[in-house]
């Protein structure tokens, strides 16, 4: 269970400065938009040979749950500037460097509509083609990111990359049955109260090598100063999280993205494959894969190689039907 629960769950992106990048460099810009009239905070990632008054094809890259975009979006977003595009990696309201009065609480609901927002900033932008605005979703985003393409007529085609897309079969699999996903439901309703009451958000750890109340203890990437254990993260989970997460039907989402693309890369060995598999069977529109043998959910959010390849599937499925 603490392997699936793990995978549910690096390069550092700093505003207008260089990074390093596995094909050329890419540079970023910090960028501000709004969404439900909060301030959200991104960087947007251009390819280095980018000139003022070009018009690029884009990315929105987003993250694993209680991630920032410092973490997994950063790498992803370089790696596609890298490739020709536009990438914006950005912090979700309540997170990072964004504005929320309720911190650290993982809403699809709500991720989902700053997703939205973040496209329609991007069709503003002048480096930007608006016709051409496409989403990457990585690990839990993933169902977030699909809803947002879904329902936003700025976003045009979908990639996943080692997506956790789960169903109420799946989480009673993963969260202890029926029972133990009842008792989660319970935690998470108690916290929303005493949230509402007082003001205070009730968090445990994220995830700690040596707190067992972690939601992810003993974890790697999260747990490691040199891969997701990053001073720009601050390493909590409110809660209150828990209904919202455990009730939602990524699968479902599937065919109501009609006739927009969409790519998955995927492994048997990362998180529940059977989400992905059920995910892709549902789909009414073109539709492609990658299936990598023997990776771990956690290699897809930063080992070189598979970042890369990950990144190569990506961007040429991007190429494809951002046209």
Not at 57 to 84: F, H, S
Not at 162 to 190: M, T
Not at 293 to 307: S, T
């Amino acid at each position: 269970m603490k392997t699936l629960i793990a995978a549910a769950v690096t390069a550092a992106a700093l505003a207008t400065t260089a990074l390093s990048g596995t094909a050329e460099a890419a540079t970023s810009k910090r960028v501000v938009f709004e969404s439900q009239g909060q301030r959200l905070v991104g960087d947007l990632y251009l390819p280095d040979g980018y000139k003022p008054g070009d018009r690029l094809p884009a990315v929105i890259v987003t993250g694993a749950w209680m991630t920032v975009k410092e973490q997994m979006p950063a790498r992803y977003a370089a790696e596609l500037a890298d490739r020709g595009f536009a990438a914006l990696a950005f912090d979700f309201r309540g997170w990072g460097q964004s504005e929320g009065a309720v911190r650290n609480l993982e809403s699809p609901v709500e991720k989902t509509r700053d997703i939205v927002a973040a496209a329609a900033y991007l069709a503003t932008r002048p480096e930007i083609d608006a016709t051409r605005i496409g989403g990457l979703g990585i690990c839990a985003s993933a169902g977030y990111m699909a809803d947002a393409v879904a329902g936003s007529p700025n976003l045009r085609s979908l990639a996943l990359v080692a997506p956790w897309l789960h169903d109420r079969a799946l989480v009673d699999q993963v969260y202890g049955g029926r029972e133990g996903v009842a008792k989660l439901v319970a935690v998470g309703r108690d916290a929303a109260e005493r949230q509402a009451r007082t003001g205070q958000a009730v968090t445990l750890p994220a995830a700690s090598k040596t707190d067992r109340s972690a939601v992810m203890f003993d974890v790697p990437y999260y747990t490691e100063r040199d891969r997701g254990l990053i001073p720009e993260w601050d390493n909590r989970f409110n809660l209150a999280s828990w209904e919202g997460w455990l009730g939602y039907d990524a699968i479902a989402i599937a065919p109501k993205l009609g006739t927009k693309p969409a790519a998955i890369v995927h492994s048997e060995a990362a998180a529940i494959p059977d989400g992905a598999k059920r995910f892709h069977a549902a789909l009414t529109g073109p539709k492609t894969q990658l299936w990598l043998k023997d990776v771990g959910q956690l290699d897809f959010y930063d080992r070189d190689q598979l970042v890369r390849q990950a990144a190569d599937f990506v961007a040429d499925h991007f190429r494809t039907t951002l046209r």
